[in-house]
């Protein structure tokens, strides 16, 4: 166990530039993402009969037939825009306000989750929801979690399983040679004791006579 979290330890500095790969990958598809998706989820068409500008809670948000909130923006949007009975406002973003790209400090949490995978097609509908369907937005989502979850975090895995495989088969060499050198090593001590014992016993016979 010892080896084990040593050769861990002894890895950490082979990753160092995957590890920095990650974080250039979440900064550049952060910077993107603000490009394009700054402020999407601020807006929500709420029912007139239900604004209550006090209490968000208590108001009735315009949903699709698979019941996901339906986000609109407040600039003019010709891919979508709210049903009569319904008027567009600003209702912060969704996930208590992390789930955004409004600043490249939250676009880089939002794009770590979407690279990890963590429900990032649930991210991708509601990007949907936001424009009507967009396919630049679209293909924006999917090159996040090819690029970033598919090669860059399994290459990362790869070299630390590359390294691990190198210091176990360095460790298992290691351990076969101190074996050898114990085994010759025991192997002349039982020479030399039998020798000892040959001398010992022949200058024993002489003074016998």
Request: glycine share 8%.
């Amino acid at each position: 166990m010892r080896a084990l979290v040593l050769t861990l330890l002894n890895s950490l500095p082979s990753v160092l530039n995957i590890m920095l790969l990650f974080g250039f990958t979440l900064v550049i598809f952060g910077t993107i993402g603000v490009q394009l998706l700054k402020g999407l989820f601020q807006g929500r068409c709420v029912e007139l009969l239900t604004v209550n500008e006090e209490d968000w809670t208590q108001e009735t948000y315009l949903e699709n037939t698979d019941g996901d909130t339906l986000y609109c923006q407040l600039k003019a949007n010709p891919n979508f825009e709210c049903p009569t009975g319904y008027t567009c406002l600003v209702r912060g973003n969704p996930d208590v306000g992390l789930q955004n790209w409004d600043n490249i400090f939250l676009a880089v949490l939002t794009q770590f989750e979407m690279i990890t995978m963590e429900g990032w097609s649930d991210i991708m509908y509601k990007i949907r929801n936001a424009n009507g369907g967009n396919k630049v937005m679209d293909s924006f989502c999917v090159l996040s979690v090819v690029f970033g979850a598919f090669f860059v975090l399994n290459l990362m895995i790869a070299v630390q399983y590359n390294y691990l495989n190198e210091s176990m088969l360095e460790v298992q060499q290691n351990r076969e040679k101190e074996a050898k050198a114990a085994e010759a090593e025991m192997k002349e001590n039982q020479l030399q004791k039998e020798l000892t014992d040959k001398i010992i016993a022949e200058n024993g016979g002489g003074d016998d006579q």
